[in-house]
């Protein structure tokens, strides 16, 4: 079989799974990842006979992707922000959602330098690790309740070369582990409500951590609100309090953070038009 051949193969094994671009894009992933080939590669090499040992490993995460496993666990790996992050079952895939997050933190702040970050929740330390990355003499803290978690998020300060301290804590049972002041503190809390569980893909439902992904619907804001009032304690005079939303639920936290003294709060849409960001500052 050559090289094209494969591709061939690749989508149409996975074609009662995606629509025919997903198929595409996933073939060339899968290739990309088993040969180590960039795109331009792949298709100078078209003709290329493909031998035994690569037919097998393709072979093998077909069969995890026919079960759902998101190919980002299959590789273990993903990428964010252009850098390069190692991904588990003890850790959410990062998303455009939260790349839009960075985005506008990172363009909020282009003028200032020195800022000290704290980031809730952190996961496999995107957020952490992206903004220390591009933001110029920055500090950043990181808190996750999974110790699994911060292992994956330590290694990815490691892969990305950078110093980001990491703390065991639970937010919404916070004691003594975060004493610093902060002129920027993110999160990208659970969100999803259990009644959104049916509306779910299997990929992400069977394989991704549900403790990082839910909440009750009795109190889906319970995160916003402990995080909107231990902000208060730790922000600087100006500080900024930015989060990652549910799109539901953006009125209700712009004005949890009204109420507690935010201003200049404003909520911001990805590019689905829905409401993704909202963001406030503690005068």
Known sequence: MILKDLKRYIESELCNLYN??????????IIQHVFSYDKTKIILNYRNQVNE???????????????????????????????????????????????????NIIN???NNRGLKILDIGTGSGCIAISLSKNMENTSVVAMDISNKALVIAEENSNINKVEVSFVKADILNLNEEIKESFDIIVSN???VTDKEKKDMQKNVLNFEPHNALFVSDENPLVFYEKIILESKNRLKLNGQLWFEINEKFGNEVAQLMIEQGFKAVGIIKDFNKKERIVFGILK
Not at 20 to 29: D, K, R, T
Not at 86 to 98: A, C, F, G
Request: no cysteine.
């Open 20 to 29: 025919p671009y997903e198929s595409e894009s996933i073939a060339y992933l």
């Open 53 to 103: 040992k690569s037919l097998v490993v393709v072979d093998e995460i077909l069969q995890k992707l026919k079960t759902h496993e998101p190919i980002q666990y299959i590789f273990g790996e993903t990428e964010f922000y252009e850098l390069k992050f190692k991904v588990n079952k003890d850790t959410l895939i990062p998303r455009q959602e939260t790349e839009l997050l960075v985005y």
């Open 108 to 110: 909020f702040n282009k």
């Open 189 to 191: 809390p659970p969100y």
